[in-house]
């Protein structure tokens, strides 16, 4: 099924400090509560030490759990950019494709609120990121210098 809706809020602000794009499967918009490839919709934040703010809805409609991985790719395509994604179950080839990506996918026991997962993240960015969002970030930090890095041993022309 192809994704039905796609909403992205721009600020247009600029932002002394990187945020990190953060997912979250949701029937809702305000809990996380359902399993990653079935997920009617992903609602993606922007998070940085000050807090987080809704950055893009992506809505998939009702998805049946039937192992089609077939409607796993839009939901890649639309995790573009995000550091990780919380789901309530996530599946062992979804789980390889994320990690692939740079994606960390996070699965939690119980419907949780997302408000309080981004009061969690931010408070960890806050006094210093620890496990998997510290090797996350220092993972998007070398590639961004690696990029920077080739861009500059580029020939370059007038």
Same mark, same amino acid.
């Given at each position: ?9 721009? !600020? ?15 029937? !809702?918009? +305000? /809990?996380?509560?359902?399993?990653? /490839?079935?997920? =009617? ?7 940085? $030490?000050? /807090? @987080? ?7 998939? $409609?009702?998805?049946?759990? !039937? ?23 996530? $599946? ?9 990506? $740079?994606?960390?996918?996070? +699965? ?22 620890? /496990? ?8 998007? @930090? =070398? ?6 890095? !080739? ?6 022309? =007038?």
């Amino acid at each position: 099924m192809a994704m039905q809706r796609q909403l992205r809020v721009l !600020d247009g602000q600029p932002h002394p400090t990187p945020r990190l794009k953060v997912a979250f499967a949701t029937d !809702d918009l +305000k /809990g996380i509560n359902q399993h990653f /490839g079935s997920a =009617e919709r992903f609602a993606i934040y922007l998070l940085d $030490g000050e /807090g @987080g703010t809704l950055h893009e809805v992506a809505e998939f $409609g009702r998805l049946a759990q !039937d192992g089609n991985e077939n409607k796993l790719l839009e939901k890649f395509v639309v995790l573009d950019g995000c550091i990780a994604v919380y789901s309530l179950a996530v $599946g062992p080839s979804a789980v390889r494709q994320l990690m692939s990506l $740079g994606i960390q996918p996070i +699965k939690l026991l119980h419907p949780t609120p997302i408000n309080r997962v981004l009061a969690e993240l931010q408070q960890q960015l806050q006094r210093g990121p620890e /496990g998997w969002l510290a090797r996350a970030i220092a993972i998007r @930090g =070398e590639k961004s210098e690696a990029r920077f890095s !080739d861009m500059a041993e580029e020939a370059w022309e =007038e």
